[in-house]
């Protein structure tokens, strides 16, 4: 079974950071692209960023010089480094994949930036 299990959520003041990682089982994790949405009460599900399989990486224009994604294939692990993060990044984040035919979710880890 495919199964992510996301961490290092938490409450940050604003320009503080915040580190989140993705545990990945169940699939040859270096063959798939991984992903981090993120999801309020008020908004979709939007992508926030993305790495292939290949380390080739992509971002929301409104991260793109703030989050860095990043993967560990020996671990099986995808992480966000989020620096000068905004009251507007406060959200649920979810770790992704598509897989095996199927787009697979982990939970969710809270995001809240705020004073």
């Known amino acids: 079974q495919v199964h992510l299990v996301e961490s290092g959520g938490g409450l940050v003041q604003p320009g503080g950071s915040l580190r989140l990682s993705c545990q990945a089982s169940g699939i040859n994790f270096r063959l798939y692209s991984m992903n981090w949405y993120r999801q309020t009460p008020e908004k979709e599900r939007e992508l926030v960023a993305s790495i292939t399989s290949d380390s080739n990486t992509n971002y929301m224009d409104s991260v793109k010089d703030r989050f860095t994604i990043t993967r560990d294939n020996v671990w099986a692990r995808v992480h966000l480094q989020m620096n000068s993060l905004r009251p507007e990044d406060t959200a649920v984040y979810y770790c992704?994949?598509?897989?095996?035919?199927?787009?697979?979710w982990g939970r969710g880890t809270q995001v809240t930036v705020s004073s």
């Open positions: 992704n994949t598509y897989a095996r035919g199927n787009q697979f």
